[in-house]
């Protein structure tokens, strides 16, 4: 189905309307943006982070009640972990009213291997898309590919600033998707009609290697950073020296599989379907996070 419905509905007509929005992971990538886009409609909206202003922990059960009291519809960014809990999450938003659910999961869930034996039959995004289909409530599924924003505000950010990017992703390409693409979609299935069971497969409109991003970031800022392949080997032990447990870095340097093997290369038809737009190009994405300040 090709979704171009870009009306939100009137806060006073029935329907499908939402009258509150929780988003989970208010403050992070996709949260905020996707707060930023509701409160500009004029939805109520709770960000909700153990630091917000609607206090929320998902490894404190006693906090997701407050959260969703009066709450019509969720944004639900998971804790990568298993087993998840999300689904305790869903049987609980279910019970609490909440009517409408709109899930954060990952590109290549349904693919086996796809990140690598750790996340062998999808891990934790699995268990969650399972409970949000079989809830009753109305559900949408959002599977994005890598976020551009690593580049701006995540795993990359500090080797773009050093000069120098060591991945273990060889030649391999990403179709990046952009954060502020994501949160369009996830404000579009929260608040208009015509999304209900659909799984959008989110990426970004070409695929590119990680020099070639770099080489975007140079070209509209300035700053040139290498990219400097490396070994999955060498790559964890980068990250253990700096702190992280060997199990987080290996976790990691899986996660960097589908880049390496160009599996993120496809681009998908996601944004398209949801908006009625392509998504945003990687330089649209350049020039915003450089006004920003982000490489300053």
């Known amino acids: 189905m ?8 009137d806060p006073t007509s029935t329907g499908n309307t939402v009258n509150t929005v929780l988003v989970i992971g208010g403050s992070g990538k996709t949260g905020r943006r996707t707060v930023a886009r509701l409160r500009e409609l004029g939805v109520e909206t709770r960000a909700a982070s153990r630091s917000g202003d609607t206090p929320f922990d998902w490894a404190d059960r006693t906090t997701w009640q407050a959260a969703l009291d009066g709450v019509d519809a969720v944004y639900i960014v998971p804790l990568d972990t298993s087993p998840s809990p999300t689904p305790a999450f869903v049987r609980q938003a279910v019970a609490s009213g909440v009517r409408r659910l709109v899930l954060l999961s990952a590109r290549g869930v349904d693919v086996p291997g796809y990140f690598g034996s750790s996340y062998e039959g999808g891990g934790p995004h699995t268990e969650g898309e399972a409970a949000v289909r079989s809830s009753g409530a109305a559900w949408t599924i959002l599977r994005p590919g890598w976020f551009a924003q690593n580049f701006s505000e995540g795993a990359f ?3 773009v600033r050093a000069g120098e990017l060591a991945l273990p992703t060889g030649d391999g390409t990403a179709a990046f998707v952009d954060a502020d693409d994501i949160a369009a979609v996830a404000v579009a299935a929260l608040t208009e ?7 959008y ?5 070409r695929a590119l290697g990680i020099a070639d991003v770099l080489d975007e970031i140079a070209k509209a800022t300035g700053v040139r950073a290498a990219y400097v392949p490396v070994e999955e080997s060498v790559f964890r032990a980068a990250l253990v020296a700096q702190g992280l447990p060997e ?6 340097a899986e996660a960097m599989k589908p880049i390496r093997t ?8 996601g944004v398209r379907r949801a908006l009625g737009r392509p998504p945003r190009d990687i330089t649209d994405f350049v020039r915003d996070a450089s006004e920003a300040g982000a490489w300053s």
Not at 4 to 9: G, R, V
Not at 201 to 205: D, V, W
């Open 193 to 199: 009609d015509g999304h209900d069971g659909e799984v």
């Open 247 to 252: 199990e987080e870095a290996a976790l990691w």
């Open 262 to 269: 160009s599996q993120e290369a496809p681009v998908t038809d």
């Open 201 to 205: 497969e989110l990426s970004g409109p």
């Open 2 to 9: 090709t979704q171009t419905n870009t009306t939100h509905k």
């Open 157 to 159: 950010l500090d080797g």
